[in-house]
């Protein structure tokens, strides 16, 4: 059976999926980057994403902001396909990791 694309603006995802981004930990750049290989979008979560920093008890703001690009640069490195963030409104770090990302 043949799948419908999925275009958004100029992005064509090959396969009409996204993957939904699951924070603290699950979303990072492996998963997301292997959903967008085989033609689906891959989401990275900015949810708690600097837990494994060794400076996220003292430096929230910085590791989490740190970790969001370092996820997105792997991302990338890993795959040409279409990556997206998940960034929760609520997150008291939103507008930084908008920057960010």
């Known amino acids: 059976m043949a799948f419908p694309v999925l ?16 924070g603290v930990g699950i979303s990072l750049s492996g998963l997301a980057s292997a959903v967008a290989n085989q033609g689906g979008i891959g989401v990275i979560a900015g949810a708690m994403i600097g837990m494994r920093e060794p400076d996220v008890a003292r ?18 490195e890993l795959s040409s396909g279409i990556i997206g963030v998940n960034i929760m409104v609520a997150l008291t770090t939103f507008s930084q990791m908008v920057r960010e990302a």
Not at 7 to 21: E, F, T
Not at 59 to 74: F, G, Q, T, Y
Request: charged content about 25%; overall charge positive; hydrophobic content about 45%.
């Open 59 to 76: 430096n929230p703001i910085e590791a989490n902001v740190r970790a969001l690009r370092n996820e997105i640069r792997k991302a990338r």
């Open 7 to 22: 275009q958004l603006g100029d992005l064509v995802a090959k396969i009409p999926v996204v993957q939904g981004g699951m």
